[in-house]
């Protein structure tokens, strides 16, 4: 009996208390403080310092700007601070919480986490953010929370996620992404991977609406629409092994190789030959442009050189100057013994003497 009358006891202090110092918070033996639908808009400063759990939920509390939260209750192990719409985050605003285990801070609208926001929060272990308005993953504000392991960011705004982002929640055993509307296309890829090692389920496509309502991990690339990336994401993974970046996606499983390869091989082939074929045509109409050039042709026995007709061998020997007329036409034929001359090799000007110049010649 001795212990029920000293509980007894004590939650009635505890409720002297409350009406003494005009807070409309319930105490219990244990620490545990509830405020949860009082139209708050400032946490109580009244309550007794060592509380170690406080619920404002519900209420319409305004979070001090350039200032901490509940400065008077370093011992606080679990503080709920959902259902507060007017709730905005500032930087460091939980710095002097620094035993806090859980922070509950689902249905306040958030848009925007700072990435000093949890800072001094080093060992909670669980952060609820679920029915937000949170549209992109600014996840270096987990960076603080060295101790993290459940986060639970269901029925948010978020359509994607960066591959660094994901990249850091691997250090968070449990984290839920349900709920949230995302864009299934060649984005979601590194997402999809992440799902698959943590065998997530339930993590839905909201877009395109072919997709819509299917599982991102049961989906292919060719769902995703990003097939002729993946396929030189295959052929790089059998190489070597692919890690994650920030700026490169983790490579699909080994054993699903890319048959680009060959494409490759016959596009470089045809490029080669069509050089080869270019070279040959022009070093061929250069050959043929070179060879009329330098073509030889026959003398003919009866030309006409210089516009006068060549006169039959037999009339040189006319006369006494035969005998010179015969020397000549064997020192020409021993100039040119094959019967053929060169194109312009006689000028115009060289002409034979005619008949009367030779009779002078014999004459003299």
Known sequence: ?????????????????????????????????????????HAPSSLPGNITSLDLSFN??????????????PSLHSLNL????????????FCNLGALRLLDLSSCSITYIHVDTFK????????????????????????????????????????????????????VPWVHLEGNPWVCNCSVHPLQQWLWRRRAVQVTCVSPPGLRGQEITALDSQDLGCQIKQRFAR???????????????????????????PYLVGFLVTAIAISILIALAAKCKLVHKNFASYRHRPLPEISSIGGRP???????????????????????????????????????????PTKEERELHCSI
């Open 1 to 41: 009996m001795a212990p029920t009358c000293l509980l007894c006891w004590v939650c009635g202090l505890l409720c002297v208390w409350s009406v003494v110092m005009g807070h409309p918070c319930s105490l219990d033996h244990q620490g545990w403080a509830n405020c949860s639908g009082k139209s708050l808009q």
């Open 60 to 73: 319409s509390l305004v979070m001090p700007h350039h200032r901490t939260l509940l400065k008077h209750f």
């Open 82 to 93: 959902s259902s507060n719409a007017k709730l905005t985050l500032s930087p460091a605003v």
């Open 120 to 171: 001094g929060l080093g060992n909670l272990h669980t952060l609820l953010l679920r029915n937000n308005s949170l549209q992109v993953l600014d996840v270096p504000f987990l960076l603080p929370l060295k101790a993290l392991f459940h986060l639970d960011l269901q029925h948010n705004a978020l359509v994607s996620v960066d591959t660094w982002s994901l990249q850091l929640l691997e250090t």
């Open 235 to 261: 052929e790089l993974s059998t190489a070597q092994p692919m890690t994650v970046t920030e700026n490169n996606t983790t490579a699909l499983p080994a054993g699903k190789g890319g048959r680009s390869w």
């Open 310 to 352: 060549m006169e039959d061998s037999s009339s040189w020997d006319r006369g006494s100057c035969g005998s010179h007329s015969i020397t000549d036409a064997a020192d020409l034929q021993t100039e040119d013994d094959d019967g053929f001359i060169e194109d312009n090799y006689i000028q115009p000007s060289e002409q034979l």
